[in-house]
């Protein structure tokens, strides 16, 4: 009896975070009749959301071109070059504890240390290396998961045929890593695209109004946008508009999130036949 | 055999390639690539020690009283009035976190334990990334969201007329840090070995018994790990707790009262270091805070990171 209460009461547990789950979506469904192309697509001047949904995108884009090639090439050290290393280890540390760190910690930082020392002022590009900062983490894990995933006797037949090493992880397990890499950069997009507390002081101002010209240029954001309208300047937007809005933000996240976790069990799947 | 052999510096000099053409060595170029992945590597360690180095920096002045005014421990935290008191933030970081962990060990716990001992294999896969996304939402989302159920749902329930509160904050990160909890358990319970469950079994344990006293003790460490890590993830988590904490400068109440505006480091943080003037003393004060948010997050780093050691399985935070 009392065993049978338990599981009841353990299921219920997992039960009900489904219907936290659940409410959440159900809550921002409302937000779906303001969700129209004409409000994606006019100029906040004018009740719509056009300049931080581009503001995202930029602000996107530009992290990940930063992080994607330098994570990879750092994965591919530790695991290519020096697997077990001292370097390794110490790299495992420092990117454990990066991970850690609170995402304010890194605004503040990117404020000093981009901004003001680097002398950039406030704008996309302080932004980008700030999220790059935070995005690094992520990327090195599953670029590493990505190139661990390749069974050995493919990089042993590539060296058996006389291939250097380089050239074996140019042309035989780069290619063949590729689309874990690819989950990793959408899933290090995906982590970042709720991130509003570290680029409060980098990228963004709520004086801002059009898009950036130039990556020296400040920029909105989805986020950024949702903060302002709730703790700044309430009754800017219509109730309605404000859940489309944050509907947007949530579809965003989802859509990144589901799309790394589908290209990772397909991917896991595939390479497993070989394993 | 041995005059046929020519090195490439040889074969250069030999044709006199002039220095115009000459491009770098197809064979040189998989030293340039280790290095390059070297310092790409390297890259990481400059990252996490220049920010320690900044906000160390940064967070010196306030620490040592270079800045005319110094930390006290009274309970009022008010730049225009310069009165740096720690003891309100600290407290009401305390009990955010604490109180949301109160809700969310038992629930992600149970539910962990559910998710891994009790449903089938292909179910479990549908629930777990289900439960994952609950925590890629963010947080400013989260903010928005509690501000239009929990905060109202607070005024009605007590009869208090402002509801953004210690309770409220709570309620929140509770449900931002569940998903740390049930996934990481999860993950480790269902990694004890099968041998022990069969051996407990053939003893003739109940499940529940098999559960309580071999499975659970085993997983442990992992779970307290879980633990540990959601307690600095709602510590460190700041947008959605600017917006339902409520802003107090100072901590009307006793602490165990949760219905009372609480004002957290990091909200403290979010909401004034816009403001503040560059080397002045708010700055560096809110490089103190700062500073040990940062000593939270490596203290909790380290010893989640050792006690996952003693995981059944390799688990990488």
Not at chain 1, 227 to 256: C, D, K, S
Not at chain 2, 56 to 78: D, H, I, K, Q
């Amino acid at each position: 009896m009392m065993e049978k209460t338990t599981m009841i009461l353990c299921g219920f547990s997992a039960f009900l975070l489904l219907v936290v789950f659940g409410y959440i979506c159900y809550l921002l469904s409302s937000g779906l009749e303001a969700l129209r192309p004409e409000f994606l697509f006019t100029s906040i001047l004018d009740g719509g959301i056009l300049e931080p949904v581009v503001g995202t995108f930029y602000l996107f884009a530009g992290a990940t071109a930063i992080v994607a090639p330098v994570g990879t090439l750092a994965a591919i050290y530790m695991v290519e070059y020096a697997p077990r290393g001292r370097l390794t280890k110490l790299v495992d540390t420092a990117i454990n504890n990066i991970a850690g760190i609170p995402s304010i910690i890194f605004g503040i930082f990117g404020f000093t240390f981009f901004c003001k020392l680097l002398g950039l002022g406030i704008c996309l590009l302080s932004g980008w290396l700030t999220m790059a900062c935070m995005m690094l983490p992520i990327m090195i894990r599953s670029a590493e998961e990505a190139l661990k995933m390749i069974p050995v006797h493919i990089r042993e037949a590539s060296l058996a045929l006389g291939a250097t090493r380089w050239q074996t992880i140019r042309h035989v397990v780069l290619p063949a890593a590729m689309p874990g890499i690819l989950t990793g950069v959408v899933l290090s997009i995906g982590r970042i695209a709720g991130e509003t507390a570290a680029i409060l002081f980098t990228a963004c101002f709520y004086t801002m109004r059009g898009l950036p010209r130039t990556p020296l240029d400040p920029v909105l954001t989805l986020t950024y946008y949702l903060y302002v309208l709730i703790l700044y300047m309430p009754g800017r937007l219509e109730p309605r508009q404000v859940f489309g809005l944050a509907l947007v933000l949530f579809l965003l996240t989802v859509a990144l999130n589901s799309a790394a976790f589908v290209i990772r069990a397909y991917y896991r799947r595939r390479w497993h036949r070989w394993t | 055999m041995k005059q046929y052999i020519t090195t490439a510096p040889d074969r250069l000099k030999v044709r006199g390639v002039r220095w115009k053409s000459w491009r770098p060595p197809r064979h040189r170029l998989p030293e340039w690539a280790e290095v390059i992945a070297m310092l790409c590597a390297l890259s990481s360690i400059a990252v996490l020690s220049l920010i320690v180095l900044f906000v160390l920096w940064e967070a010196l002045p306030a620490f040592l009283g270079w800045t005319g005014v110094s930390f006290t421990l009274e309970n009022r935290w008010s730049v225009e009035h310069s009165k740096y008191g720690l003891c309100v933030l600290l407290v009401s970081s305390m009990m955010a976190s604490v109180g949301a962990l109160s809700m969310a060990i038992p629930v992600g716990v149970a539910a962990a334990i559910f998710i891994a001992e009790v449903i089938p294999r292909g179910l479990r896969e549908a629930i777990k990334p289900l439960i994952e996304l609950l925590g890629a939402i963010p947080s400013v989302l989260y903010g928005f969201i509690g501000l239009k159920t929990v905060v109202p749902m607070i005024q009605r329930l007590f009869g208090i007329y402002y509801g953004q509160t210690a309770l409220a904050a709570s309620i929140v990160l509770a449900v931002m840090v569940v998903p740390t909890i049930v996934s990481l358990s999860s993950e480790i319970i269902s990694a004890v070995p099968v041998e022990y469950r069969e051996a407990s079994l053939a003893l003739g344990a109940t499940r529940w018994q098999t559960i309580r006293h071999v499975v659970l003790p085993v997983a442990m460490p992992g779970i307290t790990a879980s633990v540990i890590l959601a307690f600095g993830r709602a510590i460190g988590e700041t947008v959605a707790v600017v917006m339902v904490a409520g802003t107090s400068t100072e901590l009307t109440k006793p602490f165990w009262d949760f219905l009372q505006p609480i004002y957290p480091m990091t909200a403290a943080i979010a909401i004034g270091f816009g403001e503040a003037e560059v080397g002045g003393a708010a700055y560096h004060a809110y490089f103190a805070i700062g500073a040990i948010l940062l000593a939270f997050a490596f203290t909790i780093n380290l010893i989640a990171s050792l006690l996952l050691r003693k995981a059944p399985v390799k688990v990488r935070l």
